[in-house]
């Protein structure tokens, strides 16, 4: 079975600053991964994806993600934050043709301090 | 585009009763999948849909029932609310060609109380 690990819930920075959340997946095979935000109150948005090719991915808003297969991570950054980043951040993997249902981890809530 | 569409936005049951969930999507995406949220926790599959007529289980799928008469409909129902039931209920869908992410409706807020 697929598990995905977000190492911190709750993120607190000022803007401005640099941002890295981490996400960990533990599946033996060929994985998608995702990240998706969720504003308050809305329903999940992707930020970007990863199928396959480069793995140095960017998606929309600045944020972008590094898969490293070594490691089983799809970190998420983005160099300057604002402060309608504040929001919670999900990373998700699927499997096999991406077809199969999303596994999430537990989300990250980003809080930017003006 | 309307996207993913989920009625009603918010619902207050009392133990014991029934109800049924709605999702619509007008993208001609044959997959689609209902998941809930519980505070503090990521998204967990309850039941997926592979196409019309077909569905399978998540990973929670206890206590839910599913039906896909349409490709553009998938209903989920309670039969007997339990207040461990009380979560928020997304539903998403995607296209049946690799490499496309799912797209997420904005959610039923169902408490049970």
């Known amino acids: 079975a697929q598990s995905v690990s977000q190492h911190n819930h709750h993120v607190i920075l000022s803007e401005a600053a640099s941002l890295e959340l981490g996400c960990n997946y533990s599946?033996?095979?060929?994985?998608?991964l995702f990240w998706y935000v969720q504003y308050p109150g809305q329903h999940l948005q992707l930020l970007l994806k990863y199928f396959s090719g480069d793995p140095l991915v960017k998606g929309i808003k600045g944020f972008e993600a590094e898969f490293i297969k070594s490691k089983f991570s799809f970190n998420l950054r983005k160099p300057s934050v604002q402060w309608s980043d504040t929001a919670e951040y999900f990373c998700?993997?699927?499997?096999?043709?991406?077809?199969?249902?999303?596994?999430f981890g537990k989300g990250t809530h980003l809080i930017i301090q003006p | 585009n309307a996207g993913v569409t989920q009625t009603p936005k918010f619902r207050i049951l009392k133990i014991g009763q029934s109800m049924t969930l709605q999702c619509t999507q007008d993208m001609n995406h044959n997959y689609m999948y209902w998941y809930r949220q519980d505070p503090g926790m990521g998204l967990k599959l309850i039941y997926y849909?592979?196409?019309?007529?077909?569905?399978d289980k998540g990973e929670v799928p206890n206590g839910y029932n599913v039906s896909r008469s349409t490709t553009e409909d998938f209903p989920l129902r309670l039969e007997l609310a339990a207040p461990s039931q009380t979560s928020v209920y997304f539903c998403?869908?995607?296209?049946?060609?690799?490499?496309?992410?799912?797209?997420f409706g904005d959610g039923t807020r169902l408490s049970i109380l």
């Open positions: 849909s592979v196409g019309a007529g077909i569905t």
């Open positions: 998700a993997v699927n499997s096999g043709g991406g077809a199969d249902g999303l596994t």
């Open positions: 998403a869908s995607t296209h049946r060609l690799i490499n496309q992410p799912q797209h």
């Open positions: 599946y033996g095979g060929t994985v998608n």
